[in-house]
């Protein structure tokens, strides 16, 4: 095994894989309201992730998954709330949108994961997450750290300080929530000036150093309308090549705790909204060049 991924972990846990449903939970993002920041992550699509979601309600979008081919594929599921900040509302409301999904899966989910903000997590909306936790239930909270760097993250808007992130993943840990950590590689820490692999090296120490579970490795890629994708218009931002890429992102896998499961290790852009780099839109090529060079370390 070149790496611990996230096939692996599912059948080691659950004896098999489990499918996905991708919910968009309707909720907002406080980067993007005026509550911490206005514009959000300079990344960031107007969907807040989660593109390829078709919306209507959460039991809608529940049911057309449960009743779909994809999903009778599986025995057991994940559902995900994908876009946005999926804690960022009262706890009552969290509450039930969550049930709403979970009712319609009834005993067949065996993970709610629900990605936020590391500072969109306090003691309730911790605890309202933790509630969902039973003896044949997950829960997964996965946060958007991108880098351990506070200049970048002041760069790229991220709208909160990286000490954040460190209170958040032991607020959840304590409760027995498994914390998933978003990384990205590639990401501008100022004009014409992207993070180098000693910057990619300190996110990664950051997260081997608390009680992290998994890990999504993101490539930035730049999608039309937003504001990386202005300053990569102008000249301001070049994206990394696909060899570039994939050496900080092996670099990164090997450097990582072994016991930290790899739930991706690249991005994942919709075709039509990808301004570059191209590369980002064939995966399978992108997964290959990582492992050629995990295999040669
Ligand atoms: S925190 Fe997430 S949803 Fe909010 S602006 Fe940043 S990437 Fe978008």
Same mark, same amino acid.
């Given at each position: 095994?070149? #790496? #611990?991924?996230?096939?692996? #972990?599912?059948?080691?846990?659950? !004896?098999?894989?489990?499918?996905?449903?991708?919910?968009?939970?309707?909720?907002? $993002?406080? /980067?993007?309201?005026?509550?911490?920041?206005?514009?959000?992550?300079?990344?960031?699509?107007?969907?807040?992730?989660?593109?390829?979601?078709?919306?209507?309600?959460?039991?809608?979008?529940?049911?057309?998954?449960?009743?779909?081919?994809?999903?009778?594929?599986?025995?057991?599921?994940?559902?995900?709330?994908? /876009?946005?900040?999926?804690?960022?509302?009262?706890?009552?409301?969290? &509450?039930?949108?969550?049930?709403?999904? @979970?009712?319609?899966?009834?005993?067949?989910?065996?993970?709610?994961?629900?990605?936020?903000?590391?500072? $969109? +997590?306090?003691?309730?909306?911790?605890?309202? @997450?933790?509630?969902? +936790?039973?003896?044949?239930?997950?829960?997964? $909270?996965? @946060?958007?750290?991108?880098?351990?760097?506070?200049?970048?993250?002041?760069?790229?808007?991220?709208?909160?300080?990286?000490?954040?992130?460190?209170?958040?993943?032991?607020?959840?840990?304590?409760?027995? +929530?498994?914390?998933?950590?978003?990384?990205?590689?590639?990401?501008?820490?100022?004009?014409?000036?992207?993070? /180098?692999? !000693?910057?990619?090296?300190?996110?990664?120490? @950051?997260? /081997?150093?608390?009680?992290?579970?998994?890990?999504? +490795?993101?490539?930035? &890629?730049?999608?039309?309308?937003?504001?990386?994708?202005?300053?990569?218009?102008?000249?301001?931002?070049?994206?990394?090549?696909?060899?570039? #890429?994939?050496?900080?992102?092996?670099?990164?896998?090997?450097?990582?705790?072994?016991?930290?499961?790899?739930?991706?290790?690249?991005?994942?852009?919709?075709? =039509?909204?990808?301004?570059?780099?191209?590369? $980002?839109? =064939?995966?399978?090529?992108?997964?290959?060049?990582?492992?050629?060079?995990?295999?040669?370390?």
């Amino acid at each position: 095994m070149l #790496y #611990y991924n996230l096939s692996t #972990y599912l059948r080691n846990t659950y !004896g098999h894989r489990l499918g996905k449903l991708c919910i968009d939970g309707g909720f907002t $993002c406080p /980067n993007r309201d005026g509550t911490c920041g206005v514009g959000g992550c300079i990344f960031c699509g107007e969907r807040g992730a989660g593109e390829h979601i078709i919306c209507g309600s959460i039991a809608e979008q529940a049911k057309r998954y449960f009743d779909s081919p994809a999903s009778a594929k599986y025995r057991e599921h994940i559902v995900y709330f994908q /876009n946005f900040t999926g804690t960022y509302a009262p706890p009552g409301t969290l &509450y039930e949108r969550y049930a709403s999904a @979970l009712d319609v899966g009834g005993d067949s989910v065996r993970v709610l994961a629900v990605g936020t903000r590391p500072d $969109c +997590i306090d003691d309730e909306r911790a605890d309202t @997450l933790a509630s969902f +936790i039973t003896d044949r239930r997950d829960v997964w $909270c996965e @946060l958007g750290l991108q880098t351990a760097s506070d200049e970048t993250a002041r760069f790229i808007n991220r709208g909160y300080r990286t000490a954040r992130f460190a209170d958040a993943v032991q607020t959840l840990h304590s409760r027995g +929530i498994k914390v998933v950590a978003h990384m990205m590689i590639g990401l501008p820490r100022a004009e014409n000036v992207r993070e /180098n692999a !000693g910057d990619v090296a300190a996110t990664v120490d @950051l997260i /081997n150093s608390l009680p992290v579970f998994g890990v999504k +490795i993101h490539s930035l &890629y730049v999608m039309r309308g937003t504001r990386l994708c202005d300053l990569y218009e102008r000249g301001l931002y070049t994206p990394l090549t696909l060899d570039e #890429y994939a050496s900080l992102a092996a670099s990164s896998i090997s450097r990582l705790r072994p016991d930290i499961v790899l739930h991706r290790i690249t991005g994942d852009c919709p075709r =039509d909204m990808l301004a570059a780099p191209m590369w $980002c839109a =064939d995966k399978r090529s992108v997964i290959a060049a990582i492992e050629t060079r995990l295999r040669a370390r």
